[in-house]
């Protein structure tokens, strides 16, 4: 992206008040939010599946009948059934 005109940096600073940053600058900062914002979705995610497995194992050592836990860990959630 190109730097900011001049006309573009005396609107943002009348408006802000703040110190300006050049084009580059931002999108540095954006990229490093961009990055961080994947991380945690990951973390996230991760942390979700784990969950699921020890849900779906406390459904497995509980089980009586055998034939039936698939069907238990279907619907453990049958809000997110379709």
Not at 37 to 61: G, P
């Amino acid at each position: 992206m190109s730097e900011m005109s001049d006309f573009q940096k005396q609107f943002m600073a009348k408006g802000v008040g703040n110190t300006l940053f050049t084009q580059k600058e931002f999108d540095d900062a954006l990229a490093m939010a961009q990055a961080e914002i994947m991380a945690m979705a990951i973390e996230a995610s991760r942390t979700a599946v784990l969950m699921e497995r020890e849900a779906c194992a406390k459904l497995a050592e509980e089980c009586v009948n055998i034939e039936k836990l698939p069907e238990d860990i279907r619907n453990r959630i049958p809000s997110q059934r379709q």
